[in-house]
C-alpha cells in the first residue's frame, strides 16, 4: 500500500529530490511558498500534488495537516525539509534575522510536527524525519541564528522519540554536512576545493546521499531519536 508522504519545501534542493524519489511509489504531497515555476513543473513533469503555504505562519502549517488528513485520511511520513539560511555576524543579527529564522527552521516544525502526531497517535504508528545541519551539532560560524534553530530541532527530535516511542511513532533527525544544492550555490569553487580537503571522503554530499538514508528510516522499525550525520566524516 503507498504511504502518504508529506515532504516541506519540496521546490527545490534537497526537498525537490526527495519528493521525485519517494513519488515514485508513493503519493507525495510536498510544500512550497516562493518556488511558484518550479512547483508547477513539479506537478506537471512528476505528478505530485504542490500546496502552497508560508509554514511560519502557525494556522497555515495547521491548515496544511488538517487538509491532508481530510484528503487522504492519515499521514504515514511527515519530513521537514523546508528552512532558510543566512551567512551573518553575530553582533550584524537583526531582531528581525533572528525571528525569521527560528520561526522558519524551527517553529515551523513544531507546528507541524504537532497536529501530524495527533493523527499518528490514533493510528499507532508513524514516521517523522526532520532535515537538521551539521551546524546543529558543532554551530557554524557567522550562523548562529540557523545553527541554535537547527540545534532545536535535534533537541526536539530526541524528547518527541520519547514520548511518541509508546505509540510507535520514530522521530530522527538528518544532519546533512555541506550537500550540492543551491544553498550553497554561493561558495567559489575554491572554498568548495578547500572544504573537499577537510572532509575524510574527499567529496562534497549530493542529494543522493541524503534519500537513501530517508527510505532506510521510512521502512526501518526500531531506530528513533538519531541525529544522524551525513558528511563524509567531516564531523567525527
Avoid at 541554535?148 to 522519540?161: E, I, Q
Amino acid at each position: 500500500m503507498k504511504k502518504i508522504i508529506v515532504v516541506t519545501g519540496a521546490s527545490k534542493g534537497i526537498g525537490k529530490n526527495l519528493a521525485i524519489e519517494l513519488a515514485k511509489e508513493n503519493q507525495v504531497i510536498g510544500t512550497y511558498f516562493h518556488s511558484e515555476e518550479a512547483a508547477e513543473e513539479l506537478r506537471q513533469k512528476n505528478h505530485l500534488e504542490m500546496k502552497k503555504v508560508n509554514l511560519a505562519i502557525p494556522e497555515q502549517a495547521m491548515n496544511l495537516i488538517k487538509q491532508i488528513k481530510e484528503e487522504y485520511g492519515r499521514i504515514d511520513v511527515l519530513i521537514n525539509n523546508a528552512g532558510i539560511s543566512q551567512v551573518k555576524v553575530f553582533t550584524e543579527i537583526t531582531n528581525q534575522d533572528w525571528d525569521e529564522m527560528i520561526q522558519m527552521n524551527l517553529s515551523s516544525v513544531f507546528y507541524l510536527t504537532r497536529e501530524t502526531a495527533k493523527s499518528m497517535i490514533q493510528q499507532k504508528n508513524g514516521c517523522i524525519i526532520n532535515i537538521s545541519s551539521i551546524w546543529g551539532e558543532t554551530g557554524g560560524s557567522c550562523e548562529v541564528h540557523y545553527s541554535a534553530a537547527k540545534a532545536g530541532v535535534d533537541g526536539m527530535t530526541k524528547a518527541l522519540a520519547k514520548e511518541l516511542g509508546p505509540s510507535h511513532i520514530r522521530v530522527n533527525s538528518i544532519a546533512p554536512g555541506i550537500i550540492e544544492t543551491s544553498m550553497n550555490q554561493s561558495l567559489t569553487k575554491e572554498e568548495k576545493e578547500k572544504i573537499k580537503e577537510e572532509i575524510p571522503l574527499e567529496r562534497i554530499g549530493n542529494p543522493q546521499d541524503i534519500i537513501r538514508c530517508v527510505k532506510w528510516l521510512i521502512e526501518d522499525e526500531y531506530t528513533t531519536g538519531q541525529i544522524i550525520g551525513i558528511n563524509g566524516g567531516w564531523y567525527i
